[in-house]
């Protein structure tokens, strides 16, 4: 994979303050951005640095100094960017326990029962167990190497070219003894990342695509972030458009918590129901009234139009959570398609991929 520096040039928070995510879009660039080759539906690969305070007082703790050199970098090169800290490797819990008192070992083994150190960072473990030591040397080979994130571009070349836009939600999460901890790479790129540096990136190109033939009619699905590639899609359609080619219908079933606070990119999406590049907009707000409403629900009200458009060509298209909204979007049309086309969904399911008609792309 080929590595390139890009530079953050904006951040803006898109959640609203009272919505209890946080939600970013990004813009990164780069003079030589337009040499870089992607399509609307590919990806970002960013790699992240480790929050310094946690490297400082993992060092701290270690009495390892941070310009000691271990091969080509030094010890604070390897930790910022190399390596994981947030999560731990096998061998390096079985290594800590060897060098624990014997009423550690309890603690260690009650919280091993439970499962826990699932979510404990190197910092964590260090807070828990002060007695363990090790010299750089013995630390690193027992850390993950740190892997990097994926984004997908939120943006179309044609339309920003020499921008890449990201939609990031910075994830926050219980560590196993219920502190707050943060996403590395999410945390990294919404906060620590400062306006103007560069992060290393690599573009992962994708088979989500648009259809080749510009005239056929496409329905996204992308709820929460999932709506980043769609971004992308909607802005080259309507570039597309604006040349006058003979483009298709969109339609985007969109949905988040709270309208007020996450109805993302919202005067985009308006302008384009107004300019016809969206021809339909049906939205899930699934937190402003007592019962959830979820983007399938709405998919449901319209399935007969839905059915329509899928048995005249149209592509359809799912990004955003894996486990549980894609599993339930699926479900849902495969009931649509059973009722109004009075087919075996999982026969039609499989045409449509087999045409490359239904595409997903979650996480
Ligand atoms: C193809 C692809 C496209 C993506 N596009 C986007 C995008 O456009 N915008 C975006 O915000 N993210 C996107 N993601 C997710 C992104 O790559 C990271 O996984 C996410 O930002 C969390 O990374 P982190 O380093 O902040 O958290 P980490 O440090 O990796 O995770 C910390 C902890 O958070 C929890 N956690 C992390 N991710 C999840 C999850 N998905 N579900 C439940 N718990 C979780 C887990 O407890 C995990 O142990 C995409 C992923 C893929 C594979
Ligand atoms: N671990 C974390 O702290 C954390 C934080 C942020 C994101 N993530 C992960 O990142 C991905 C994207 O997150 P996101 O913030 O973009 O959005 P998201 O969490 O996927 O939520 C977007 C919308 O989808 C709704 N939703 C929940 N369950 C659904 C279902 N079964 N079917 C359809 N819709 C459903 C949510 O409603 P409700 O929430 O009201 O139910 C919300 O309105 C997900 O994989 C998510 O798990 C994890």
Redesign the pocket.
Known sequence: MELSPIRLIERTLLSGPKSPKKVYHLVLSESTLETFDFKPGD?VALW?KNNHLMVSKILQHFAISENDAIGEKTIIEWLQKQYCL??LTETFLDTIRTQLTRKECEIFDRYGEQNAF??ASLLDIIELFPSIKFSAEELLPLLKKMKP????I?SAQSMYPQQLQ??????V?ENFRQQK???????YICNELALGETIECAI?H?KFKLPEDYSRNVIMVGPG?GI?PFRAFLQERAVLRKQGKNVGENWLFFGDQYRNANFYYRQEFEQWQLDGNLSHLDLAFSRDQEHKIYVQDRMHKHGEELWNWLKCGAYFYICG?A?YMAVDVEAKLKEIIHQYGQINPDTFLAQLKSENRYQR?V?
């Open positions: 990806s992240p947030s999560h699932k979510t994130r994926l984004y997908s939120a990201l939609i990031v939600a910075e994830v999460y901890r943060y996403g590395v790479a999410s945390h992962v994708a972030t980043a959570d486990t792309d996480y």
